[in-house]
């Protein structure tokens, strides 16, 4: 490919805006389509985590979205309280490349939060993120480093917003590596279109039925 074909022209420019707007209405008409099963859900799912562990029912976690800004991203609680202060017990234990962080049948993780995580209700809190702009129903899963730790070829995945499902999502989710989930979030950006957009968000609702790749 020559310099020429790699500069956007003005028509190509002008289909990204059409989609990203495109894809800003369907996010928001999505979650206010769903709001009234899913804030019944998330009522259930609070009393449920409180009653298994008393203490908090959601935590709010600083992740790197759109070009590289942060922002909290929200999720229901799975683990004891304390499970940052431990996570350097059991770093020994970690079976992905740092700094991911992944511990079959983690010790930190409670009764009703494997539940959560093998079907990914746990995520349920980031339709508010979806609503706020931060985040989008599909797109690269934000991490919770920091930019300054990615390599160059990285941060391509920096230039659209994070999103609460992905094509790592269906091709494995937590079995796959950071360095396979940057290689498809690549190519969702180079490929992204509501069609492609629709696609994940179904083959997202077998995978956690299947609960293939769950932790």
């Known amino acids: 490919m020559t310099d020429m074909q790699m500069i956007d022209t003005p028509k190509v420019l002008l289909l990204k ?4 707007i495109s894809k800003r209405i369907f996010d928001v008409s ?17 009393v449920l985590i409180w009653i298994d562990d008393p203490g908090p029912i959601s935590f709010k976690q600083m992740r ?24 350097q017990k059991y770093a020994h234990l970690n079976e992905l490349t740092w700094p991911d ?14 539940i959560l995580r093998k079907t990914s209700l746990d995520e349920l809190p980031q339709f508010i993120n979806v609503i706020k ?14 930019v300054s730790t990615y390599s160059l070829w990285h941060t391509e995945r920096l230039e ?15 079995d796959v590596d950071f ?28 995978a956690i039925f299947t609960q293939r790749g769950a932790y």
Do not use: H
């Open 30 to 46: 999505f979650c206010l389509l769903v709001a009234p099963m899913i804030l019944l859900l998330m009522a259930v799912i609070a």
């Open 17 to 20: 805006k059409n989609y990203q």
């Open 160 to 174: 659209v917003l994070p999103g609460i499902t992905g094509l790592w999502q269906i091709n494995g989710r937590s």
């Open 64 to 87: 790197t979205g759109k070009g590289g800004q942060r922002f909290a991203m929200y999720k229901f609680r799975t683990m004891v309280t304390n499970a940052e202060a431990l996570k």
């Open 179 to 206: 360095d396979q989930r940057l290689r498809l979030d690549i190519e969702y950006i180079e490929q992204q279109s509501l069609w492609l957009d629709m696609q994940i968000l179904f083959r997202t609702f077998t």
């Open 133 to 146: 702009g931060d985040m989008s129903l599909v797109g690269p899963r934000p991490t919770s480093f920091d």
């Open 101 to 114: 962080f992944k511990i079959t049948d983690d010790p930190r993780v409670t009764r009703m939060g494997r």
